[in-house]
């Protein structure tokens, strides 16, 4: 078989760096996204029934990542001709749940050569050697992979879950906090590591209002909505 495949760079690692053709012209990763987060995404193909469902809602949900200061970013294993086609008819004729006439407004990548994808590790040899499967790569302003998801073609993304990753990232980052199973903006937050309540106590002379320890190596603490929205403002 012939070797497509390359290792997807890992959590915490530089990503890789690239030019592309794009329906919203030639781009240079990462120079031309400076300061703001990415959702770098690959899908097997145009014209094909899942992909359509996903870029419905992806293109309905671009101001919400536009408002948390996130770039989306498409890509497949097609040419420009047929992403502009496919997406033209999206517009024209695709109405589904509700959603229609949508513009879609983030550049596609018409990755011909499989040269993105390869070093994306979106080839994945035994699902396709011809179509990336539906990867997802957040990658935080300073261009570092922190999270990244593989689905196989038949299987959509869920949409909240893209959204609760990237807010959730971005408070990590705002608090130095951990976050705990199915945490949702206004959820208790995980005191950063080695934090327990006697630490929280000593820090700030009072224990923080509301934290709680489970056990000695257990320590929630809440972090309101509204600081939430003001670690994630852009
Ligand atoms: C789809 O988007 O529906 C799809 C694409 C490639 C393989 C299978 C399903």
Not at 155 to 178: C, H, M, P, S
Request: with cysteine.
């Amino acid at each position: 078989m012939e070797n497509t495949t390359c290792n997807m760079p890992g959590l915490g690692e530089k990503a890789p760096e690239f030019e592309a053709e794009t329906t919203q012209g030639h781009i240079r990763f990462p120079q031309d996204f400076k300061g703001k987060w990415i959702i770098l995404f690959s899908h097997p193909g145009d014209f094909t029934p899942v992909c359509t469902s996903e870029f419905m809602l992806f293109g309905k949900m671009q101001e919400e990542f536009d408002a948390l200061g996130c770039q989306l970013l498409g890509l497949s294993v097609g040419a420009l001709t047929s992403h502009i086609a496919w997406l033209r008819s999206i517009r024209e004729k695709i109405e589904y749940k509700g959603i229609r006439n949508l513009d879609i407004r983030f550049p596609l990548i018409a990755d011909l050569t499989m040269d993105v994808a390869r070093r994306y590790g979106m080839i994945q040899p035994g699902a396709s050697t011809t179509a990336a499967v539906r990867t997802v790569f957040f990658i935080d302003p300073h261009g570092i992979v922190r999270t990244f998801l593989c689905y196989p073609a038949v299987l959509g993304r869920n949409f909240d879950e893209l959204k609760r990753i990237l807010v959730g990232l971005q408070t990590i980052d705002a608090y130095n906090v951990a976050l705990p199973a199915d945490w949702h903006p206004g959820d208790d937050v995980i005191a950063p590591s080695g934090s327990t309540m006697e630490a929280i106590d000593r820090r700030t002379g009072n224990p923080d209002e509301g934290a709680r320890c489970y056990d000695w190596y257990f320590c929630t603490k809440p972090l309101s909505e509204e600081k939430v929205t003001a670690g994630t403002k852009h």
